[in-house]
């Protein structure tokens, strides 16, 4: 028991500390260091994916929140701020996709696994959209996210004025969502797809308009 | 030490296994199906023996603080390519269900107890037991965070977060999840 928890305390690097400057660490709680450590010493050491484990600025923020209710107004501005820098479009600026495309990228659950002991497919995309939504009309889906039945018609987009500048204006608002999500809902559940690169701008398009145009099934 | 890092710790005084040959010892079923190992034999066999006893974590010994309060810590920590933590699935007041699971919370009471105090599980989609490690690792597979190791302190870290939240509960193993 003892040697193993040496071991344990040689893991988080706390060799060298004297009782007393353990006993006041131990008093604050725990160090934002140590916790890093651990998480780091647990993962497997395969330097292609490693770089995963890092955390940016807005994540930083989030983890010090167990929810965005408990955010203080400055910190949720400050993500905000933070996020919107990170928005890209495509080549093309804001355009209708093709919803079958996006209807594809939506529906694959497996994309950007890596484990080796599972025979993960780190290329493949796919944004597990219904893990967390309901989309199309009888088809099965979670409820971590708001339901996106209907959402295009919900939103008030027709063939008459889906080419409008309002109209364009609603398909880059459910764009920015799918970009990023922080940008509009910070520290959301929602992973910031596009930002991350599990999603490109092309792919994004193509799913808002899944979402919103009205031949797409989600609005039948 | 939780349970399986204890039966490591024992393997590699009194089977002279490495810290490495455990590893693989505890690995050997993953990822397979109707995989009957040896690990899980021994992990089922140890769990069984505290079937009626209460989940009783002693948070006033400072180890065992610490260690639940890394593993809360990292339970909150946003990182990885999809922004995911712990939290995002499992905390929060509201009931919530990915695609067709009920999804328990931390911070609904009972929640936690009912689902720790039954590992190790037999698992349906795969016609064989898993151990509350490899449910860590399949966890951090799911949210595209690095790969999991077995036995490591992020393990120790987390079952103290999560057995000290389901203090009270009764342990009834093994038990079933789809």
Known sequence: MKKALLLGLLAVGLVGISTAQQKTKKELGVTDEEARQVLMSSFEKD??????????????????????????????????DLENKNMKYPQWGIYWGDWKEGEKVAKISRGGRYSLYHRDNPTLKGGNCYACHLIEKRVPGG??????????????????????????????????????????????????????????PEDVMNIATYLLHPESPVNK | MDLETRIGWCLQQYAGMTPDQVKKFAKECWGKRQCMGEYDAIVMYISMASNGHKINVNLKDPQVKRMYEIGKRIYYARMGPWDFNCATCHAGQKEAKIRATRLWSTDRPGEAGKAVSIFPKYLVRWAQPMTIHYRYAECIRQMRWPTFEPHSDLAVALSTFLYATANGTEIKVPGIGR
């Not at chain 1, 989030?62 to 501005?77: D, G």
């Not at chain 1, 339901?147 to 920015?176: A, D, F, H, P, W």
């Not at chain 1, 799918?178 to 999603?199: D, E, K, Q, T």
């Open chain 1, 143 to 200: 409820t971590m996210g708001p339901q996106l039945t209907g959402y295009g018609k919900r939103y008030g987009i027709t063939k008459e004025n889906m080419n409008t500048s309002e109209g364009l204006e609603k398909l880059k608002t459910v764009y920015n969502i799918i970009y990023n999500a922080w940008s509009v809902y910070p520290c959301s559940s929602m992973p910031r797809f596009g930002y991350h690169g599990v999603l490109s």
């Open chain 1, 47 to 80: 330097q292609r994916f490693l770089s995963k484990a890092k955390q940016d600025e807005s994540q930083r923020i989030c983890s010090k929140y167990p929810s965005r209710e408990a955010m203080p107004a400055k910190e949720l501005q400050r993500v905000i």
